[in-house]
């Protein structure tokens, strides 16, 4: 990865206040000139359940407890060890934690967050995602098509684009691809300013990231902090989590905040940080890493901790358990910081904002507004998903050789069906096979969604898209085609092969009938697939209910001769219906019996020479309605299945 790409430098741009236009012109002056967070006695609880359960339990656990500060233009780090509610406490200010167990008052500028804040702000979550099959410029177009108004033309959006891609050091590699598990793309410095870019499209006040530095080598990440201190230099107020800085990383930090087991250790200037542990008793050795100084003194496992406990305590503290002496370290922190004066200058600033807050009574908003309408995002979902498409092929055009190659595989078994008794079961068997085909080839469709989910939360939560557009935009460029065009060439390809009915009518039915059927259990697949964040669980239960539908199709068990009690099963057999109107287009005036007079003649009860006595003897009802009461079956059935995939996506747990 090469250190020179990551070297960027941002030209001072002009602030732009369409994300809050909503607000009143007071509040929009103020968030010109940067915006001040601040945060009063926030405490966050989770419920935590244990146990089976006949004999579950659920205990509360307090993730943050009575957190206060100030964040102004600049950059903002919170610090702590793992587990200590890092991101917990940026998702509380992001207004992306789930408000249940949340309390406490997040405010901008002395005034409430509005409730499109989500939106009007930037947020870069700690695993990158942006669409790996799209270039850097596309990715950016989508943000941009998608978040600035509909007021601004095409010129302004392009241009709009050209300067962030400018700004982030991004023009060498505009037009490549960002990359894929299967595909080689940019370096992950690059990757991570992508994102980035992403958020800065709407020209945020305030920024959110989730520790950037995630996965970048010390220069890169050096790299990525340079670029932010520049960009907080605009009037910016960055906020971001960060776990265990280099000295050349913390030294660009304004603020800085100390947080361990959900508590305050300090809150207030980097740069005094040193001083004020020190007058705590606790001094930073000569070339020590500040940031590894704090975490060493929090996690109580310093050799300062453990000088200054040897002069105080004597050597029999040494000898104490780890996990008792751990916890008394973090209360004395937390103690000694409320007493401190960074606490009482930061409090007495808090009720000055509360203050302003109770005046100004601040208009908030009802709603989540959009910028743009259900038909824009609809075009600009189905066009990256289809470009998705053809950017992976190593899936779409595998499935189409398969289908290939399967269709010719299976018109050599079968070749040339004959009239005879053998081509009843020849008939019966190749279009057994069809159907189940149709249906387990369609359990890939489960990947749609699972594999899009954190996609899909992170665009949804920051007001790209609705629910609405982003569901009925893959079905319209993801599941169709790759569901009808398997279809069409597997019809293609064995209907002749096969030597089945020689009617026109015939041949568009099938085609029809296998769209149908794939249409339906691609359907159930989301339906059951929606949601999930594992595929192979989605997977397991399509296979399972697949092979349980298969017993009721028809073939392997006469359907008239099931108990009464078991009988309703079928109903629910997407293979019963597929397989039903397939024998029925097919067998439908066949003659099985080759010069043999079936008018003139009694055919024997157990002999069967027509296609009609086929049927009959299968339970099907020979009228145009025993063939299309199928087709109905299907369509209601994923009408259904849809339903309830896009409810399951719309009451989607999307906030952490």
Known sequence: MSSSNDQVFITMSQRNTNGFSGMPSNDLKSFTQGAVLSFHNVCYRVKVKSGFLLARKTTEKEILMNVNGIMRPGLNAILGPTGGGKSSLLDVLAARKDPQGLSGDVLINGAPRPANFKCTSGYVVQDDVVMG????RENLQFSAALRLPTTMTNHEKNERITKVIQELGLAKVADSKVGTQFTRGVSGGERKRTSIGMELITDPSILFLDEPTTGLDSSTANAVLLLLKRMSKQGRTIIFSIHQPRYSIFKLFDSLTLLASGRVMFHGPAQEALGYFASAGHHCESYNNPADFFLDVINGDSSAVTSNREDEDGEARETEDPSKRDKPVIEKLAEFYVN???FTDTKAELDQLSGVQKKKKSVVFKELTYATSFCHQLKWISKRSFKNLLGNPQASIAEIIVTIFLGLIIGAIFYDLKHDPTGIQNRAGVLF???TNQCFSSVSA????????????????SGYYRVSSYFFGKLLSDLLPMRMLPSIIFTCIIYFLLGLKPVVESFFIMMFTLMMVAFTASSMSLAIAAGQSVVSIATLLMTITFVFMMIFSGLLVNLRTI???LSWLQYFSIPRYG?????HNEFLGQNFCPGFNVTANNTCSFAICTG?????NQGIDLSPWGLWKNHVALACMT??????AYLKLLFLKKFS
């Open 446 to 461: 489960v990947e749609l969604f699972v594999v899009e989910k954190k996609l899909f939360i992170h665009e949804y939560i």
């Open 340 to 342: 401190s004066a960074f």
């Open 433 to 435: 096979f069809l159907t």
């Open 563 to 565: 108990v009464p009690w």
């Open 612 to 616: 009609e006595e086929y049927l009959i």
């Open 133 to 136: 099959t799209l270039t850097v």
């Open 639 to 644: 009408v259904i299945f849809l339903t309830i």
């Open 579 to 583: 397989y039903t109107a397939l024998r």
